[in-house]
Nanobody, 124 residues
Framework: VQLQASGGGLVQAGGSLRLSCAVS????????VGWFRRAPGKDSEFVAA????????YYADSVKGRFIISRDAAKNTADLQMNSLKPEDTAVYSC??????????????????WGQGTQVTVSS
């Protein structure tokens, strides 16, 4: 399984960006995909995941109500729509895939495959 993240960039506070994680080697509906981010000087942080077992989305409290994770079966991607962006959302965003149990969706080490990161910068 290989993952390719894209869609990062520079946006003003209050704006939107859409990240995409292209999955190859597995149908996106059959693998759980998560998004994590790492801000400078901080630990990696879970952002969102969409489960293969129940197709439900899961979000960190910090992004709930602003971010939406979804799958595009035609493109075989898992996308992260980010709205109402804040400067504190600035980070390198990476997508991951695997078969974590639902209680471990937020854990980095529960995922087997990782894509490269894409930079998201939100200016105030």
């Amino acid at each position: 399984v290989q993952l390719q993240a894209s869609g990062g960039g520079l946006v003003q506070a209050g704006g939107s960006l859409r990240l995409s994680c292209a999955v190859s080697g597995r149908t996106v509906r059959r693998i759980t995909v998560g998004w994590f981010r790492r801000a400078p000087g901080k630990d990696s942080e879970f952002v969102a995941a969409i489960s293969a077992s129940n197709s439900s989305p899961y979000y960190a409290d910090s992004v709930k109500g602003r971010f939406i994770i979804s799958r595009d079966a035609a493109k075989n991607t898992a996308d992260l729509q980010m709205n109402s962006l804040k400067p504190e959302d600035t980070a390198v965003y990476s997508c991951a895939a695997g078969t974590p149990i639902l209680t471990s969706l937020h854990k980095n080490d529960a995922y087997n495959y990782w894509g490269q990161g894409t930079q998201v910068t939100v200016s105030s």
